[in-house]
């Protein structure tokens, strides 16, 4: 299915922006700390905002993971610096990842391809995408189509937690619906997203209750038919951009899956979530 395509390969050219060892720059800023600076950077777009906003935009992190980073990040630095260090990180990420001479006049083409569609696109409920969508476009074509996969990926995200949302499924309970269907472990995306044992216990338990895994944290078919309704949901939600991006979809992913292809090859991205080393 072209959805699920697009989104895989928009979501992994963003995702240069969290294991890149260029992220490890924002030490000069006061944050030494992955969690933390991810927590800065990542909310950064929508400002200097409560623990409980970014929580809540996030959607499935631990309140203490947040919590650790935000508003801590701000009394060290500010979402201006910030935002120009993930910037210049980012940009020497993608320039070592995609080698010394990547084809820029293609880049070029498919960040021209991938923009206007989502830039057109309505963001109520979104706040991650309408955030982002206030920054300048970048005239850096590399980077002008890391800002357009951003946008797509942030739209379709957001999107996500409202599926997620409808289905009442909270911020833990979706990971463990993740781990049901053989996607990580309650331990490593436990660290990833900063929940404890016992939360995720519970939050296993609330699922059982409702008759969606078992007492081992395996799907019921009640449970494995809700996550596939979600997954529809959320390609119903991302629609609006699909649609208008037309008949330049073909072309958007004949020039993307090399350039995908050619970060995850180079060790710059994982090709798959959760990644197999847990960023520290």
Not at 208 to 215: A, I
Request: aromatic share 8%.
């Amino acid at each position: 299915m072209s959805a699920r395509r697009l989104a895989k390969l928009f979501g992994t050219f963003h995702n240069i922006s969290y294991y890149a060892p260029e992220m490890k720059a924002f030490a000069d800023l006061g944050l030494p700390e992955y969690w933390r600076a991810y927590m800065a950077y990542r909310s950064a777009p929508m400002g200097i905002v409560p623990p409980s906003v970014v929580e809540a935009t996030f959607y499935n992190f631990s309140p203490s993971h947040v919590q650790a980073g935000i508003p801590s990040a701000w009394s060290t630095t500010n979402p201006a610096e910030v935002l120009a260090l993930r910037d210049r990180a980012i940009a020497a990420a993608l320039h070592r990842g995609l080698g010394d001479a990547p084809d820029v006049h293609q880049i070029a083409e498919a960040a021209d391809l991938a923009l206007p569609p989502i830039l057109a696109c309505e963001a109520g409920a979104r706040p991650l995408f309408a955030a982002h969508r206030e920054l300048a476009v970048p005239e850096d074509p590399i980077m002008r189509l890391w800002f357009a996969c951003t946008l797509w990926r942030e739209h379709r995200g957001d999107g996500h937690n409202i599926a997620l949302a409808a289905a009442e499924i909270d911020g833990i309970e979706c990971h463990v619906l993740l781990a049901a269907k053989g996607v990580g472990t309650k331990e490593i995306i436990g660290t990833i997203r900063g929940w404890s044992s016992s939360a995720w216990d519970q939050a296993q338990q609330r699922l059982v209750t409702r008759g969606l895994v078992t007492e081992t944290g395996t799907f019921t078919d009640a449970g494995e038919a809700l996550r596939s309704q979600i997954e529809a949901h959320t390609d119903q939600l991302a629609g609006a951009p699909r649609t208008l991006l037309g008949a330049d979809t073909e072309r958007v992913l004949e020039l993307l899956e090399p350039l995908v292809g050619q970060l995850i090859g180079s060790g710059a991205v994982p090709g798959r979530w959760p990644p197999p080393k847990v960023p520290a």
